[in-house]
Nanobody
Framework: QVQLVESGGGVVQTGDSLRLSCEAS????????LGWFRQAPGKEREFIAA????????YYADSLKGRFTISRDNAKNAVYLQMNSLKPEDTAVYSC?????????????????WGQGTQVTVSS
């Protein structure tokens, strides 16, 4: 079993930056992909970014690339999401997820483990 714990959410102002963290524990292997997703009230879950723990290859949603950056710290089994120039429409619950196999990294249904999520609220 794998546990994912997100942290770093909060209430910020428009234009602020925030860094989210996700730490993986349990029966993880050395090769997996961690992704970040978000879901706003009344909207579908949206892919943000993913990173391959082994190769460091990264994958981004085109609409968020440039403002959001994903990175990882293998020693801590952690992945981070740096979010800059935040806007009110970025308000959502942000969740990290883990998968072991390749495929469509933007497809939430292909991830095997999920964290509980952390709330990000951007006020205008």
């Amino acid at each position: 079993q794998v546990q994912l714990v997100e942290s770093g959410g909060g209430v910020v102002q428009t234009g602020d930056s925030l860094r989210l963290s996700c730490e993986a524990s349990g029966r993880t292997s050395s090769v997996y992909v961690l992704g970040w997703f978000r879901q706003a009230p009344g909207k579908e879950r949206e892919f943000i970014a993913a990173i391959n723990r082994g190769s460091s290859d990264t994958y981004y949603a085109d609409s968020l690339k440039g403002r959001f950056t994903i990175s990882r710290d293998n020693a801590k089994n952690a992945v981070y999401l740096q979010m800059n120039s935040l806007k009110p429409e970025d308000t959502a619950v942000y969740s990290c997820a883990l998968r072991y196999f390749g495929g469509d990294y933007s497809n939430a249904g292909e991830y095997e483990y999920w964290g509980q999520g952390t709330q990000v609220t951007v006020s205008s």
